[in-house]
Nanobody, 123 residues
């Protein structure tokens, strides 16, 4: 069984930065694609970013140029560096893992999820 635990969320002013972490346990995920999603109440869970096992990266249109995903396979951890944050980035951010080397961009493509971490950007 895989457990994913996110950390690093919080309250930040518009224009600020945060770094989210997702620590995996239960088994190594170095050969798995990982993703970050976000969700606000009443809306669908939105793809934010994904990374392949070899470090290929993908981003949602709304975060391109501002967010950077990375992974440290030795530590079984994935990161999301978020810069130039906007109030519309406010959401619960979820880490996810899938049994594939290919990044998925929809919720149903992922097999494991973390509990989420709240990110709030004030204007």
């Amino acid at each position: 069984q895989v457990q994913l635990v996110e950390s690093g969320g919080g309250l930040v002013q518009a224009g600020g930065s945060l770094r989210l972490s997702c620590a995996a346990s239960g088994r190594t995920l170095s050969n798995n694609a990982m993703g970050w999603f976000r969700q606000v109440p009443g809306k669908e869970r939105e793809f934010v970013s994904g990374i392949t096992w070899y470090g290929g990266t993908y981003y949602g249109e709304s975060v391109k140029g501002r967010f950077t995903i990375s992974r440290d396979n030795a530590k079984n951890t994935v990161f999301l560096e978020m810069k130039s944050l906007k109030p519309e980035d406010t959401a619960v951010y979820y880490c996810a893992a899938r049994w594939s080397v290919v990044v998925g961009t929809t919720r149903g493509e992922y097999d494991y999820w973390g509990q989420g971490t709240q990110v709030t950007v004030s204007s």
